[in-house]
């Protein structure tokens, strides 16, 4: 199949959805410049992949990434998944460990997600994509859980490749520190969104990656 006839679901959060991005033109309408594909998003700021314990005061920030799993055009080629630093940022639900198997805590949301994502989209190519790095990480702990970022990271690493999952991983490869002051100023808004320069980044990464197994 050519690239430009692709169909390409992302399911994310306000960075897939292009906040802070001039015109709202994140990383997704990036691929589909690149790629002539079919792109659709649906992304939605401040929502995490884990349901909550305590409704938040923006009642769209509760629509968790396995609520809306079924929301989602089923003739999908490519399924991206990106998400995971609204719930080490604001999230309450209990962290949970491996044996976890309801969307009530982060492992156990992991878990409900992919597993509903590679039974829905079976004729798809599924990829899940890390957090990127955002300013303050190694210094503020999630309220809930005591947990830094990189624990979300991890936790994210290890159930894709319980459910063999094709792993995008920003956190690792992006190129993005915000922590250092050039940086930051170079590639985001305010530490942790993409400007246009960082969404252009992610999605070159995107892109390579459908170059490589289409």
């Known amino acids: 199949m050519d690239i430009k006839d692709l169909k390409i679901n992302f399911l994310g959060d306000s960075i897939t959805e292009g906040y802070c991005a001039t ?6 309408d990036f691929v589909a410049d690149y790629t002539g594909a079919l792109c659709r998003n649906y992304g939605i700021a401040g929502t995490r992949i884990a349901r909550q314990q305590k ?11 396995c609520s809306r799993v079924g929301t989602m055009d089923k003739d ?3 399924v991206f998944i990106f998400g995971g630093t609204n719930d080490y940022d604001h999230g309450d639900a209990p962290f949970g460990n491996m044996s976890d198997r309801t969307p009530d805590t982060f492992y156990g949301a992991l878990h409900t997600l992919f597993k509903d994502v590679t039974e829905r989209f079976l004729n798809s190519e599924i990829a ?7 300013s303050g990480e190694y210094t503020s702990k999630n309220k809930a859980n ?14 894709a490749e319980y459910y063999s999952l094709p792993l995008i991983d920003l956190y690792k490869d992006l190129g993005i520190q915000p922590d ?3 940086v930051k100023e170079k590639y985001t808004t305010d530490g942790l969104h993409p400007n246009d320069l960082g969404h252009q980044k992610i999605a070159k990464i995107i892109v390579n990656y459908i170059k490589r197994n289409i």
């Not at 923006?58 to 629509?63: G, H, I, M, S």
């Open 76 to 78: 999908a080629d490519y």
């Open 128 to 134: 899940v994509i890390t957090p990127m790095h955002r």
């Open 146 to 159: 005591g947990l830094y970022l990189k624990s979300y990271v991890d936790a994210i690493r290890e159930v």
């Open 23 to 28: 015109n709202r033109h994140g990383y997704v």
């Open 180 to 182: 250092l002051p050039l």
């Open 55 to 65: 409704p938040s005061e923006e009642p769209k920030f509760d629509r968790d990434f």
